[in-house]
């Protein structure tokens, strides 16, 4: 008596939790009455089924001593998995393949260029000094110089047609005895403002990734390029010259946001910008920065590119700055993700992209329940065939699984794919054996001449000894696979992990209770099995 009310609490709490996990998949939206707290989440897709994009990186570990290789991938598997959270993809699949590879797999986003250009950045924050004029008539002077003599050297012949060189350039090359000034063709000046034209730009940047041109910049200069303006119709880039050396770094960071702009001017007005705030040492520093540089640019670069800068009108007390710019309110979310996720220990490569469509994955999920409906009903069919109204039993038992074995998936988070759903389809299959183990065995005992009662207790507690053994070997083999695998191998490991415990408890507990109300608590003189 005491065990039948343990098993019948221990199956209403199999029922309840199955239904309560159940709801959203055969409820749909959550009823307005019910907090959002408690309502449980769906069912979660994979790639395969709900379409989405797949990134190869590669973390370039060719500046990264040998001892320190190893710390540096799993910090980059650690900054691209807290930069994906911040991005909101429901369910990513983040998994590390070989010495540097990271495979990321994020169902139900179709903008993978975003998210590559997302994961991508290294987010090295820095504000550097804008160098003064006298400066970078200097830094302009000695590569100006360097190019006279050395503009053989790089493919630029366009250059040298000076027919196309506008009047002020013409005038400072008359002022420096006819010489040809080529950086300042390529790098133009407008009201004290440097940019490069859109059909430049790659010559450029051929120019500063040479390392022998990069030797001619004065000794603790850089020259770095700005944010492209896309409502510039002309494509221009602004480039900056700046120290070398930052005055303030991403490290200091404690708090960044994006905040929109109530600016009275109408150019700024209702714009989205990015908010930062220093902890107390980088409040300190960057006020000595901004009172010793009052009237010069202090400019905020990220990855090597200039977003802003602004001219210090006075000491800024409190540790607080804005990047402002035509940004967009996605582009400003973007830059708040790289900065709260930090800074990668080292630059990632991307490798292959690819895109699975939803349609792809509607034909999955399509070709997928057809297959299960039909594996479910021939199974339920020739169990109920062969052993009749036992067979009955058996087919509620294995709905049960079923419907938890989807419960149990959607409590842990976990995701629905393909391979997922091939592992149900074989529990189906272990959930019937172990119903066939038990009634043949039930067969045995009333052969041996036993009681309808007899013969059930027996066959249950002789069969569970070997449906334990066979189970408990799958589940070994399916936590090697959970171990070792990636992604599909994975999700077909937890599945088959859930569906052997649910078919276990199912067969054994659930079926000898409908075995015990149904015909042993009736006093059968026949069994139908």
């Given at each position: 008596?005491?065990?039948?009310?343990?098993?019948?609490?221990?199956?209403?709490?199999?029922?309840?939790?199955?239904?309560?996990?159940?709801?959203?998949?055969l409820?749909?939206?959550?009823?307005?009455?019910?907090?959002?707290?408690?309502?449980?989440?769906?069912?979660?897709?994979?790639?395969?089924?709900?379409?989405?994009?797949?990134?190869?990186?590669?973390?370039?570990?060719?500046?990264?001593?040998?001892?320190?290789?190893?710390?540096?991938?799993?910090?980059?598997?650690?900054?691209?998995?807290n930069?994906?959270?911040?991005?909101?993809?429901?369910?990513?699949?983040?998994?590390?393949?070989?010495?540097?590879k990271?495979?990321?797999?994020?169902?139900?986003?179709?903008?993978?260029?975003?998210?590559?250009?997302?994961?991508?950045?290294?987010?090295?924050?820095?504000?550097?000094?804008?160098?003064?004029?006298?400066?970078?008539?200097?830094?302009?002077?000695?590569?100006?110089a360097?190019?006279?003599?050395?503009?053989?050297?790089?493919?630029?012949?366009?250059?040298?047609?000076?027919?196309?060189?506008?009047?002020?350039?013409?005038?400072?090359?008359?002022?420096?005895?006819?010489?040809?000034?080529?950086?300042?063709?390529?790098?133009?000046?407008?009201?004290?403002?440097?940019?490069?034209?859109?059909?430049?730009?790659?010559?450029?940047?051929t120019?500063?990734?040479?390392?022998?041109?990069?030797a001619?910049?004065?000794?603790?200069?850089?020259?770095?390029?700005?944010?492209?303006?896309?409502?510039?119709s002309?494509?221009?880039?602004?480039?900056?010259?700046?120290?070398?050396?930052?005055?303030?770094?991403?490290?200091?960071?404690?708090?960044?946001?994006?905040?929109?702009?109530?600016?009275?001017?109408?150019?700024?007005a209702?714009?989205?910008?990015?908010?930062?705030?220093?902890?107390?040492?980088?409040?300190?520093?960057?006020?000595?920065?901004?009172?010793?540089?009052?009237?010069?640019?202090?400019?905020?670069?990220?990855?090597?590119?200039?977003?802003?800068?602004?001219?210090?009108?006075d000491?800024?007390?409190?540790?607080?700055?804005?990047?402002?710019?035509?940004?967009?309110?996605?582009?400003?979310?973007?830059?708040?993700?790289?900065?709260?996720?930090?800074?990668?220990?080292?630059?990632?490569?991307?490798?292959?992209?690819?895109?699975?469509?939803?349609?792809?994955?509607?034909?999955?999920?399509?070709?997928?329940?057809?297959?299960?409906?039909?594996?479910?009903?021939?199974?339920?069919?020739?169990?109920?065939?062969?052993?009749?109204?036992?067979?009955?039993?058996?087919?509620?038992?294995?709905?049960?699984?079923?419907?938890?074995?989807?419960?149990?998936?959607?409590?842990?988070?976990?995701?629905?794919?393909?391979?997922?759903?091939?592992?149900?389809?074989?529990?189906?299959?272990?959930?019937?054996?172990?119903?066939?183990l038990?009634?043949?065995?039930?067969?045995?005992?009333?052969?041996?001449?036993?009681?309808?009662?007899?013969?059930?207790?027996?066959?249950?507690?002789?069969?569970?000894?070997?449906?334990?053994?066979?189970?408990?070997?799958?589940?070994?083999?399916a936590?090697?696979?959970?171990?070792?695998?990636?992604?599909?191998?994975?999700?077909?490991a937890?599945?088959?992990?859930?569906?052997?415990?649910s078919?276990?408890?199912?067969?054994?507990?659930?079926?000898?209770?409908?075995?015990?109300?149904?015909?042993?608590?009736?006093?059968?003189?026949?069994?139908?099995?």
């Amino acid at each position: 008596m005491k065990k039948s009310k343990y098993r019948a609490t221990a199956i209403t709490i199999f029922l309840l939790l199955t239904l309560y996990f159940l709801a959203p998949l055969l409820i749909g939206e959550k009823p307005a009455f019910i907090s959002e707290k408690i309502w449980p989440g769906k069912l979660k897709l994979g790639l395969d089924l709900q379409g989405g994009s797949q990134i190869d990186l590669y973390v370039d570990l060719t500046d990264v001593p040998q001892k320190e290789q190893d710390s540096a991938v799993k910090s980059a598997l650690e900054v691209i998995r807290n930069r994906i959270d911040y991005f909101g993809v429901a369910e990513p699949s983040i998994q590390l393949v070989g010495e540097n590879k990271i495979v990321i797999q994020l169902p139900g986003l179709d903008d993978h260029e975003r998210a590559k250009e997302l994961i991508g950045k290294t987010a090295l924050l820095e504000f550097k000094l804008v160098l003064t004029p006298e400066e970078t008539k200097t830094v302009i002077n000695r590569l100006d110089a360097y190019l006279e003599k050395n503009i053989d050297l790089y493919n630029m012949t366009h250059l040298k047609d000076s027919s196309n060189t506008p009047l002020e350039i013409l005038e400072d090359s008359l002022e420096s005895n006819d010489k040809n000034n080529y950086f300042s063709m390529l790098v133009k000046s407008d009201m004290g403002r440097y940019y490069v034209a859109k059909e430049d730009k790659e010559d450029l940047k051929t120019l500063l990734a040479d390392s022998v041109f990069a030797a001619n910049i004065p000794s603790g200069y850089q020259i770095a390029f700005g944010r492209e303006d896309k409502q510039d119709s002309f494509g221009d880039t602004p480039i900056y010259f700046l120290n070398n050396k930052a005055e303030l770094e991403g490290k200091y960071l404690s708090e960044s946001s994006v905040r929109i702009s109530g600016d009275s001017d109408f150019r700024n007005a209702n714009k989205p910008y990015i908010s930062l705030k220093f902890n107390r040492e980088g409040s300190r520093i960057f006020e000595r920065v901004t009172g010793s540089n009052i009237n010069r640019s202090l400019a905020i670069v990220l990855d090597n590119t200039v977003y802003v800068a602004p001219n210090i009108q006075d000491r800024i007390r409190g540790g607080e700055a804005q990047i402002t710019g035509q940004f967009t309110l996605e582009e400003c979310n973007d830059l708040v993700i790289v900065l709260k996720a930090g800074n990668l220990p080292a630059p990632v490569n991307i490798g292959k992209t690819s895109s699975i469509g939803p349609s792809l994955g509607a034909d999955s999920i399509r070709s997928g329940l057809m297959a299960g409906i039909f594996g479910v009903l021939l199974v339920v069919l020739f169990i109920i065939i062969y052993y009749k109204a036992s067979g009955v039993n058996a087919a509620i038992a294995l709905s049960l699984n079923i419907g938890f074995i989807f419960a149990a998936l959607t409590a842990f988070n976990a995701t629905l794919t393909l391979p997922g759903i091939a592992g149900i389809i074989l529990t189906i299959g272990m959930a019937v054996d172990a119903n066939v183990l038990i009634f043949e065995r039930i067969r045995e005992e009333l052969r041996a001449g036993k009681t309808i009662r007899n013969a059930i207790d027996n066959g249950f507690s002789r069969a569970t000894v070997t449906i334990l053994d066979s189970n408990i070997t799958t589940l070994i083999t399916a936590a090697i696979l959970y171990q070792f695998g990636t992604g599909a191998i994975r999700g077909f490991a937890v599945t088959l992990s859930v569906g052997i415990l649910s078919s276990m408890f199912t067969s054994i507990v659930v079926s000898n209770a409908i075995f015990d109300n149904f015909v042993t608590n009736k006093n059968r003189d026949k069994l139908s099995i």
